[in-house]
């Protein structure tokens, strides 16, 4: 029950709903005993032959107004508690949301995506259903448990009311207890069944394997086996879920035979009217819902509390890299000078970057190569600010970078990543991603600087295509002049490139690095590459290894070093040299 | 965004039917079910009359006698007892039937699926064909465990109240059929609403679940174009329509659901207690019987609250099941082969002779495509993007169907072949060697369980791969995580390579095997292709030219076209499109300058 305490903050804030909710469900709890109330008072005016037209029409016209009031208050609970219940999610949704995109890099190196998902769903769920069922059930089980229990003992017979309650708490304990197992059982369940889509999953987008060694019948197989799996898992489920309702339906007989036995007893005793007996098993059939709700709530706040605990922790974590105080809101501009002597990721001891020392002046090209691994994008990474604790200083137009305010910083930044993620919108509105306000002549010209234009004009709906995720699948090349286009759309002070020319071709990357050329004119370029070609114009070309700077210089300056850039032009060049040379 | 369409009545039947129809199997089962059911229906309903009767006979005349009391006490007791051990069964044998028809539909529709061309891949995500095996057909299963099996039970039971009121009383049960309609006419109600508002709220709480996915997944892209501001309002926004959505379904169901149910309960009370009321004037009544009839109203609701509450289910079923056998009906079959078992591909010559052709039938992607791959030879594709490479390996996996023009294979139509002959002599490595949950093992031999862990190393040997394999925790054993994204991409196409080798091809596909490699791992893997194609008939795609210089055929496509042919000498002294392609890749743009200028 801890949970209601943990969610204290939002019952606070909507006090007025939640009350009102609850006093209207004590209402409900009450006019609910009027029913049975008078059935038990026309069964002993029949039985007396009492009964008279006028009391007929008063009593029925009893039943009337309570059951038109009831309909009314049932509605308004609903929309009261239920309702703040949806608000709680909603609330908790957006708070995630933002908290999600204040986290720092190095939180989505931790966690997974589906992870996170799962708290964002599943969770958020299980709170809203404890701020919803849970509080009904807890209000609503206690309220008409009580009245029913009381109405029995107060206007039937206390004793008939002990005796006819003595099975019910075996009932709420067994439903309870099913609960618990039925849970974990269904967890095991969706574990099969999750495996089963992670195979579904596998089978159809390495179709193309599938297809070409021919094992369809064997993959088939081997689902059927999977699914065989799952069935046998959900039946381990059915057998406890079959479990409730008789076990419901044993203990109510048993209850109903005591009530009617010990009942019959005291109607011989004249301590009680057959009328009264009537009532009092329709009383008891009022009881069942309290019982069983009394088992559920246990389960409902049990996944509540921990989903709660889940998602509290989840918001309380800290992202790495925030503005400091008095951090200025200029976008820079000018020389960047890199300084680092050494820089790991949070929580792992080996260094990525050494002794990186350059200055790269205003409006120059500056190329980065190396083998995979040797510190690229990590160094890209520091620049932009998405990671941090590196022992040194990064300054950027004077000053060093954590001095920007964050939004100000990232301004003078177009960065295009290694993967080349696109969003589930249409071309046009994912080049103009930073700003959707922006003229379709501005982004058919970063669309052409990029060598993207002529492409997405041959897409089905051209600038309007739906791409990303569950849009039309575009080939790796494609994506990544699209997002060449979407940073250049920006103008950036700095224009990162990462890796970004991999997926196309040589006629392309030479197309595209042209037009760069006119169009970056007193800009800064950075560019990583594996292909040397891309950044053989540089201003300046770091060769990097395990880490560290071991060359420096420019493309003419490097060839008549001895080292690996020589070395590996020269193996880009080797056949075309034996093939001119000989 | 997959829209759910709501489905009108005459379909609705005809995919329910369907549905049912695969019960057939079960019918043994299902009988079993049905009768076990009735006997629990007959239990339940028997309570009341037994309690009926005690107080009518015994307690009301104060006719106290012993025996027969005790006899129906134990009846009564009896009677629960035997209720819970028989409702039990038939509870979990309608699960049963339901979790077995389920699979049945499951491992059709994935099966189906397995037949299905590439073309219909192409066309439809991923995401939604898996949606359709296992979500979709959850959604069934939801159906018949709770729906279908809840419906059956409580219109069992509501047809065995009314026989027991008739039996009791003819006038009285005869006026309570009036609820009937009554509780026909709100089910509809909420039917009609809520089908609507039910879907609404699935598909907002669907967008909502995509836009959070796709931003987690793209969240440093969203931080690095400082969108957070921007993303969060329209999050938000989709947030909040959720949240009206889920508001109206509120509000209909505290109108139409058990608020609206618990109105006819009162109003039934009322017709019952003005019943006896009328009747006592004139004439005695039985205590018992109103006593059966307010008991049997009580248990009456309950089904049908439970009915109500899963008709939205039920919606959601039929229009996933509708999905389902939208795939199972679905023609874009994979190309079939024309019955030719004895047939085999003895030397490996490859002939392509005036291929054309077409995915959307309106653009050629391949126009006058002739060449020969002798046995043993190797035939190099290059070209730039898009220019058809991809497709003649396509065509020539059987990928696609094709009508003009011929492939030949060893002399014979490749269309003549048996489906397992062409899957068998020809190995093909995908541009991303897809790697499959499991061990390295397993990603070698695949399905193929007669395959012996010597032949495995054997051929992880012959590739070079061994070398990074063995340096591997637990070294063949080696669990598999995340579709292999912790190997280099040049480990995994050496991982691919080993797969092909093992099943010991007659003919070598690659394609794009050397693209996006570093140096490195490429030298190991040009030596690993070049034992491969030793004696192999070989169609390779290569982005980088040096890769296939001593192929014994290089064809240069542009736009489908075959525009230049020959060896790497040959081309290069042609001076042509080759020729510039071998410059640029090499970063000699000056003297492609001389070269066209």
Redesign the interface.
């Known amino acids: 029950m801890k949970v209601f305490l943990d969610l204290m903050w939002f019952f606070k804030q909507e006090k007025k709903a939640y009350l009102t909710g609850i006093i209207i469900l004590l209402f409900v709890a009450f006019l609910q005993l009027i029913p049975p109330k008078v059935i038990g008072v026309f069964v002993d005016h029949i039985k007396n032959d009492t009964l008279t037209a006028k009391i007929m029409l008063i009593w029925i016209g009893v039943l009337i107004a309570a059951a038109a009031i009831m309909y009314v208050l049932r509605y308004y609970w609903r929309i009261m508690i239920f309702g703040s219940a949806v608000k709680l999610s909603r609330q908790l949704r957006n708070k995630l949301y933002q908290h999600f995109t204040n986290m720092s890099q190095s939180f989505y190196q931790k966690k997974r995506v589906g992870d996170l998902m799962a708290h964002a769903t599943n969770d958020l769920q299980a709170i809203q259903q404890t701020a919803g069922s849970g509080v009904l059930t807890l209000v609503d089980s206690l309220a008409t448990g009580g009245f029913v229990i009381i109405a029995m003992a107060t206007t039937i017979s206390w004793k008939l009311t002990l005796i006819a309650l003595i099975p019910m708490p075996l009932m709420a304990i067994l439903t309870s207890w099913y609960g618990t197992m039925l849970h974990k059982k269904f967890h095991k369940a969706q574990e099969a069944f999750s495996s089963l889509n992670d195979k579904t999953q596998e089978s159809v987008t390495g179709i193309k394997v599938i297809k070409t060694f021919g094992q369809e019948k064997e993959d088939i197989e081997d689902f059927r086996k999977q699914s065989e799996d799952v069935v046998q898992k959900n039946i381990s489920v059915a057998r406890i879920d079959s479990l409730f309702d008789p076990t419901i339906s044993l203990i109510v007989g048993i209850s109903y035979f005591l009530s009617i036995a010990f009942g019959a007893k005291y109607v011989l005793n004249e301590e009680l009217t057959i009328g009264q007996l009537v009532s009092f098993t329709t009383y008891l059939g009022l009881l069942i819902w309290p019982m069983l709700a009394f088992g559920w709530l246990f389960n409902i706040v049990e996944r509540g509390r921990a989903s709660n605990d889940r998602v509290t922790a989840l918001l309380a974590e800290k992202a790495d890299i925030i503005d400091e105080e008095n951090s200025v809101e200029i976008v820079p501009s000018g020389d960047i000078e890199f300084n680092v002597s050494e820089f790991s990721y949070p929580d792992e001891n080996v260094p990525l970057l050494r002794d990186i020392y350059f200055t790269l002046k205003r409006g120059e090209t500056l190329g980065v190569v190396g083998k995979t691994g040797s510190g690229k994008t990590t160094l890209l990474k520091l620049l932009i600010r998405e990671f941090e604790g590196y022992n040194g200083t990064i300054q950027f137009a004077g000053h060093p970078l954590f001095q920007y305010r964050l939004e100000k910083l990232r301004e003078a930044i177009g960065y295009v990543p290694q993967d080349h993620f696109l969003f589930s919108s249409s071309v046009a509105e994912n080049i103009a991603f930073t700003n959707p306000d922006a003229e379709i002549d501005e982004i058919y010209e970063a669309a052409r600087t990029a060598n993207i234009h002529e492409d997405i004009l041959q897409f089905s709906d051209g600038y309007d295509t739906v791409v990303g995720e569950r849009g039309v699948s575009l080939s790796g090349g494609q994506k990544q002049r699209i997002s060449i286009a979407r940073a250049l759309i920006m103008n950036p002070e700095v224009l990162i490139l990462d890796d970004s020319l991999s997926a196309v071709d040589a006629k392309t990357e030479e197309e595209i690095l042209n037009s760069l050329k006119q169009n970056r004119e007193g800009k800064t370029t950075i560019i990583t590459a594996h292909r040397l070609s891309a950044i053989q114009h540089a201003n300046l070309i770091l060769v990097l290894d395990e880490g560290e700077i071991v060359q420096r210089g420019t493309h003419e300056k490097l060839m008549l070093e001895n080292g690996w850039y020589k070395d590996m032009y020269l193996h880009q060049q080797l056949e075309e040299l034996v093939e001119h040379g000989g | 965004?997959e829209k759910t369409t709501v489905i009108k009545g005459k379909e609705q039947r005809q995919v329910l039917f369907r549905l049912l129809s695969y019960t057939k199997p079960h019918l043994k089962t299902i009988i079993l079910a049905f009768v076990l059911l009735l006997v629990t229906t007959v239990g339940?309903i028997l309570?009341p009359i037994l309690?009926k009767i005690?107080?009518d006979d015994y307690?009301?005349p104060?006719n106290?006698v012993f025996e027969p009391i005790f006899a129906l006490?134990a009846a009564?007791?009896g009677i629960?007892?035997l209720?819970?051990?028989v409702?039990?069964f038939q509870?979990?044998k309608f699960?049963?039937i339901a979790?077995?028809i389920?699979?049945q539909l499951?491992?059709d529709v994935?099966?189906k699926?397995?037949?299905l061309g590439?073309k219909y891949?192409d066309k439809t995500?991923?995401?939604s064909?898996?949606s359709r095996?296992?979500?979709d057909t959850?959604a069934i299963?939801d159906m018949f465990?709770s729906v279908l099996v809840t419906f059956i039970q409580g219109a069992f039971l509501i047809i065995g109240i009314f026989i027991a009121m008739f039996i009791l009383n003819v006038k009285l049960a005869l006026f309570c059929l009036v609820i009937l309609p009554l509780l026909l006419l709100i089910m509809r109600a909420y039917r009609k609403y809520s089908s609507i508002f039910y879907q609404d709220l699935r598909e907002r709480l669907s967008q909502?679940?995509?836009k959070?996915?796709?931003?987690?997944?793209?969240?440093?892209?969203?931080?690095?174009?400082?969108?957070?501001k921007?993303?969060?309002k329209e999050?938000?926004d989709i947030?909040?329509q959720?949240?009206q959505a889920?508001?109206r379904n509120?509000?209909i169901?505290?109108?139409l659901l058990?608020?609206?149910i618990?109105?006819v309960y009162?109003?039934a009370?009322?017709l019952i207690?003005?019943f006896?009321?009328?009747t006592?004037?004139n004439s005695p009544?039985e205590?018992g019987v109103?006593?059966a009839f307010?008991?049997y109203l009580?248990r009456f609701f309950e089904p049908v609250n439970n009915m109500m509450q899963r008709l939205s289910m039920y919606q959601q079923a039929i229009v996933a099941a509708s999905r389902v056998f939208k795939v199972m009906d679905e023609t874009e079959l994979?190309p079939a082969q024309e019955l030719n078992e004895n047939r085999s591909i003895s030397a490996g010559e490859i002939e392509f002779r005036n291929v054309s052709f077409s995915y959307d039938h309106k653009r050629d992607v391949l126009k006058n495509i002739s060449f020969t791959a002798k046995p043993g030879e190797t035939v190099a594709l290059v070209g730039?993007?898009?220019s058809g490479k991809s497709s003649i390996i396509n065509l020539m996996?059987r990928?696609y169907e094709f009508e003009r023009g011929e492939i030949l294979i060893d002399g014979q139509s490749i269309k003549s072949y048996a489906?397992?002959e062409?899957?068998?002599k020809?190995?093909?490595v995908?541009q991303d060697?897809?790697i499959?949950?499991g061990t390295i093992k397993d990603n070698i031999r695949?399905?193929?369980q007669n395959m012996t862990d010597k032949e495995i190393e054997a051929a992880a040997q012959f590739v070079q791969s061994h070398l990074f394999i063995e340096k591997l925790v637990d070294g063949y054993d080696h669990q598999v995580v995340e579709r292999g994204s912790t190997f280099?991409s040049g480990q995994r196409q050496l991982l691919a390579f080993a797969?092909t080798i093992a099943?010991n091809p007659k003919i070598l596909v690659l394609d794009e095997a050397t693209a996006?490699i570093?140096?490195?791992t490429e030298e190991a893997i040009q030596l690993a292709l070049a034992k491969m194609r030793k004696g192999r008939t070989t169609i390779a795609i290569a982005?980088r030219l040096?890769t296939i210089?001593d192929a014994e055929l290089i064809l240069v496509l542009h736009q489908g076209e075959i525009v230049e042919r020959g060896n790497h000498q040959e081309l290069?002294a042609k001076r042509g499109l080759y020729h510039k392609?071998?410059?640029?890749?090499?970063?000699?743009?000056d003297r492609v300058e001389d070269v066209v200028g």
């Open positions: 965004m339940d309570g309690i005690f107080i307690l009301s104060r106290l006490g009564f007791i629960q007892i209720n819970v051990l409702s039990y509870l979990l699960q049963e979790l077995k389920i699979q499951r491992v994935f099966s699926v397995q037949a590439l891949f995500p991923a995401g064909i898996v095996v296992t979500n959850e299963k465990v909502l679940n995509a959070l996915s796709e931003s987690l997944q793209g969240m440093a892209i969203i931080q690095v174009f400082r969108q957070e921007r993303l969060r999050f938000a947030n909040d959720h949240y889920g508001m509120i509000k169901d505290g109108l058990r608020p609206a618990d109105l009162v109003f009370i009322i207690l003005s006896f009321g009328i006592s004037f009544i205590i109103l006593y307010i008991s009580d994979a730039h993007t898009g996996m990928f489906k397992d062409l899957r068998i020809m190995g093909l995908l060697p897809f499959f949950f695949l399905h193929n280099s797969r099943a996006n570093d140096t490195e982005h040096s210089q290069l392609m071998y410059l640029l890749q090499n970063g000699l743009e």
